[in-house]
């Protein structure tokens, strides 16, 4: 059974930092591209950040400078370390192989994700 555990979210001021991680049973992330994606209220579910299965990294512009994205293939997790966060930052974060997995109803999967939110 595949399951993604989000954590590390929490509450800090802006300029603060948090780390996430990402934790996969059921799927081995060492052969799959994985991004992090975020949500915020009212938004559409955005990728942020994109590790390959090369190493290569790609983030969107919002966050380029400011959020790393890595990989323990060893562990199986792969971890998004949030520099200098801003109050647009807030959202809830998700982590998945891409494209998302699959379900077994055809759906795509998604963690319960991790909520990070960063005050003015």
């Known amino acids: 059974q595949v399951r993604l555990v989000e954590s590390g979210g929490g509450l800090v001021q802006t300029g603060g930092s948090l780390r996430l991680s990402c934790a996969a049973s059921g799927i081995i992330f060492s052969i799959n591209d994985i991004g992090w994606y975020r949500q915020a209220p009212g938004k559409q579910r955005a990728m942020v950040a994109i590790?390959?299965?090369?190493?290569?990294?790609t983030y969107a512009d919002s966050v380029k400078g400011r959020l790393t994205i890595s990989r323990d293939n060893g562990k199986n997790t792969v971890d998004l370390q949030m520099n200098s966060l801003k109050p647009e930052d807030t959202a809830v974060y998700y982590c998945?192989?891409?494209?998302?997995?699959?379900?077994?109803?055809?759906?795509?999967?998604w963690g319960q994700g991790t909520q990070v939110t960063v005050s003015s």
């Open positions: 998945n192989i891409i494209p998302p997995y699959k379900g077994n109803d055809g759906n795509d999967y």
């Open positions: 590790i390959r299965r090369s190493g290569v990294t």
